[in-house]
C-alpha cells in the first residue's frame, strides 16, 4: 500500500472519516506518521479553542481580582487558586465524573461526557486561570505614568481601559502568555489518558502514538514522531505569537521591546 | 448498619487502607525525586556551563530536549525504554550465547536470565522495580527543568563576585564551590519553587505509570459496588473520591507555599537583593 493511500485512508481517522480499522500489525512508518499526525487535529482543536475563549474569560478574571470591591475580587482569587493549586489531570478526571453524575439527573448534560465538549470545557477553565493570573501580574506592573497621563487626558472609565491598561496590560504579559500557550497545547495530550473515553477509537496524537508503542512494543518510532509534530506546532505557535507581541510593542524604540523568553513546558 | 457508624466501617476497609497508604506512596515519591531531580538538574547544569565542548552540548541539548515535547510523552516513553534498555543491556552480560534477534517482530525477547525482575521474584519486587522506574523518569524530566533554573541562577551570581575570587588566586574549582554555589541558591529559589509545584501536580501521572497511586484507588474504590462483591454496596461515588484527591492537592500547594515563602525569606537574609536589602532596613 501506497503512503499516498494510506494518507486517504487514515487522515482524517482521528475525525472518523475514512478506514475504520486501525492497521493491526506490519506498521509502516507511513501509518505512523499519518495516524499521528490525524490525531494531532483534536490536540488543534482543543488548544485553539481553550486558548482562543480562556483570553476572554482570563481578562475578565484579571480584572475583577485586581478590582478593590470584595464581591468580584474574592471569587476571582478562589478560582485562580482551585485551578492552579490542583493538577490538572485530577480536574479532568473530577470534571468527567462530575459530569457522569449530571447525566444522571438530566440528558441536557449527557454532551459534556464526551471529551469535545468536557474536556475543553475544563481546559478552557484551566487555561482561564493561569492566564489570568498572568493578566493579573501584568495589570499590577503597568507604570504608573501611563495611568497618570491618561487621566491628564481626561480619558475614564472604558475609553481608559481600552486604550491604555489593556492594551499595556497585553504588552507586559505577552511573553509569559505565549509560554501559557504553549503549555496549553502540551496540556491537551492529558485528555484522552484521564477518563474520557476515545469513541471508535478516534483519539488525539498522543492516544495514536501510545497505541503504536503498546502495540509494537517499541516506544523508539511512535513517540520521536510524536515529540517531532510537537516541535513543529510549538515553532507555529511561537510564529504566531511573535508576530503578534512585535505589533503591541511596534510603538517602543528598537532597544525596550520585550523580547520573547521561552520558557517551555511545565506540566499542570 | 446506618450513617456515621456505617460509614466510619467503610472508611476503615482494608482497600481504603491502601488507599491511604497510597498517599504516602505520592510523598515518597516527591521525597525521592525531588533530591534525585536536584542532582540531574545540577549535573545538567554543570555541563551546560563546562569548558569542554561535547559536554556542555551534552547538557544544553539534554535541557532543550525535554523541555520542548509534552513531559506526559516523556513519561509514557521512558519507562518503556528504560525497562528495555536495561533489559537489553543484563542480556548482552547474561546471555552472550544467544544467537536470536531481541525484537522478533512485535516481540522484544530477551533470556529469562536478564527478565527484570526476574521472573520468579515475588510481588513487591515487581512493584518496587515500576516505582523506581518511575522515579528515575521523574528525574530525568525534572531533573532538565532543573538543570535549566540552576544554569540561569549560576549566570545571576553578580559577575564581580567571581572576579574577586579569581583576584584572591582561587582556581577555578574552588570559585565554583567556595563562591558561585553558595551564592546562586537565592537567584534559583524562585524558579526551584515553581518547580516543587509543578512537581507535585505531576504525581497524580504516576497511574499512568503503572503504579498503584491515589488515582488508581480512588477510581478502583469510587465505582459502584454491588452487594455482590462487598459488604458496603454503593453507587458510582468516584467524583467526591476525586473531589477529595483535589482538596488533598490545594492544601499541599498552599502548604508548600507558606514554607517557600518562609525559606526566601530566610535565604535572603544577607544578599544583595531587593528582598535582603529590604530586610536589612527593618530590622
Same mark, same amino acid.
Given at each position: ?43 488543534? !482543536? $482543543?488548544?485553539? *479553542? ?6 476572554? =474569560?482570563?481578562?475578565? #478574571?484579571?480584572? +475583577? ?30 470534571? !468527567? $465524573?462530575?459530569? *457522569? ?6 440528558? =441536557?448534560?449527557?454532551? #459534556?461526557?464526551? +471529551? ?153 | ?283
Amino acid at each position: 500500500m501506497s503512503c499516498l493511500q494510506t494518507l486517504q485512508d487514515y487522515g482524517l481517522r482521528s475525525l472518523g472519516i475514512g478506514e475504520r480499522l486501525l492497521p493491526r500489525s506490519d506498521f509502516t512508518l507511513c501509518e505512523q506518521f499519518v495516524l499521528i499526525g490525524s490525531g494531532l487535529i483534536w490536540n488543534v !482543536y $482543543f488548544g485553539l *479553542l481553550a486558548v482562543t475563549a480562556g483570553f476572554f =474569560f482570563a481578562t475578565a #478574571l484579571a480584572i +475583577a481580582k485586581s478590582t478593590q470591591n470584595p464581591v468580584y475580587r474574592k471569587p476571582a482569587e478562589w478560582f485562580i487558586f482551585l485551578f492552579r493549586g490542583s493538577p490538572l489531570f485530577i480536574q479532568f478526571f473530577f470534571a !468527567y $465524573f462530575l459530569f *457522569l453524575q449530571l447525566k444522571t439527573v438530566n440528558p =441536557f448534560f449527557s454532551p #459534556l461526557t464526551s +471529551a469535545w465538549l468536557g474536556a475543553l470545557l475544563v481546559l478552557f477553565l484551566n487555561t482561564s486561570a493561569y492566564s489570568a493570573e498572568i493578566f493579573y501580574g501584568a495589570l499590577r506592573s503597568i507604570p504608573k505614568g501611563d495611568i497618570d497621563a491618561a487621566d491628564a487626558y481626561g480619558m475614564t472609565g472604558w475609553s481608559r481601559f481600552r486604550r491604555i491598561t489593556w492594551p499595556t496590560m497585553l504588552r507586559l504579559a505577552w511573553p509569559a502568555y505565549t509560554n501559557e500557550a504553549i503549555f496549553m497545547f502540551h496540556a491537551t495530550t492529558l485528555v484522552y489518558f484521564s477518563g474520557f473515553p476515545t469513541w471508535q477509537q478516534k483519539g488525539d496524537a498522543l492516544y495514536y502514538a501510545n497505541y503504536f508503542a503498546d502495540k509494537t512494543f517499541n516506544p523508539f518510532v511512535p513517540y520521536p514522531i510524536l515529540a517531532f509534530y510537537f516541535i513543529l506546532l510549538t515553532l507555529v505557535i511561537i510564529g504566531v505569537y511573535g508576530q503578534v507581541n512585535k505589533r503591541l510593542n511596534r510603538h517602543l524604540p528598537q532597544a525596550n521591546r520585550a523580547k520573547l523568553k521561552l520558557r517551555m513546558n511545565l506540566i499542570r | 448498619m446506618e450513617g456515621f457508624q456505617w460509614l466510619s466501617c467503610y472508611l476503615t476497609t482494608g482497600k481504603h487502607v491502601s488507599f491511604y497508604l497510597s498517599f504516602g506512596t505520592v510523598l515518597l515519591l516527591l521525597a525521592v525525586t525531588a533530591p534525585a531531580a536536584m542532582l540531574f538538574g545540577f549535573g545538567g547544569a554543570m555541563a551546560a556551563r563546562g569548558r569542554i565542548a561535547p559536554l556542555r552540548w551534552l547538557g544544553k541539548a539534554y535541557i532543550a530536549l525535554v523541555r520542548g515535547v509534552p513531559d506526559i510523552a516523556f513519561f509514557l516513553f521512558f519507562v518503556i525504554a528504560l525497562d528495555q534498555g536495561i533489559e537489553w543491556l543484563r542480556h548482552q552480560v547474561k546471555c552472550p550465547d544467544w544467537d536470536q534477534p531481541i525484537r522478533q517482530g512485535s516481540d522484544f525477547v530477551v533470556c529469562s536470565a536478564a527478565k527484570m525482575p526476574l521472573g520468579t521474584s515475588p510481588q513487591w519486587m515487581h512493584e518496587t522495580y515500576g516505582f523506581t522506574l518511575a522515579v528515575l523518569t521523574f528525574a530525568i524530566v525534572f531533573g532538565a527543568f532543573a538543570a535549566n533554573v540552576l544554569f540561569g541562577a549560576m549566570r545571576a551570581v553578580p559577575h564581580g563576585q567571581i572576579e574577586t575570587a579569581e583576584a584572591y588566586g582561587m582556581t577555578h574549582r574552588q570559585t565554583f564551590w567556595r563562591i558561585l554555589v553558595p551564592q546562586m541558591w537565592i537567584y534559583a529559589l524562585p524558579g526551584l519553587s515553581n518547580l516543587w509545584m509543578v512537581l507535585i501536580k505531576a504525581t497524580p501521572l504516576l497511574f499512568l505509570l503503572g503504579v498503584e497511586d491515589i488515582v488508581y484507588w480512588a477510581r478502583e474504590l469510587g465505582g459502584s459496588k454491588t452487594p455482590k462483591f462487598t459488604a458496603y454496596p454503593h453507587g458510582d461515588w468516584r467524583m467526591w473520591y476525586f473531589l477529595g484527591l483535589l482538596v488533598f492537592y490545594l492544601a499541599f500547594t498552599k502548604v508548600s507555599e507558606v514554607f517557600l515563602d518562609r525559606l526566601t525569606a530566610r535565604l535572603s537574609h544577607g544578599q544583595a537583593t531587593v528582598g535582603g536589602t529590604a530586610q536589612r532596613k527593618t530590622s
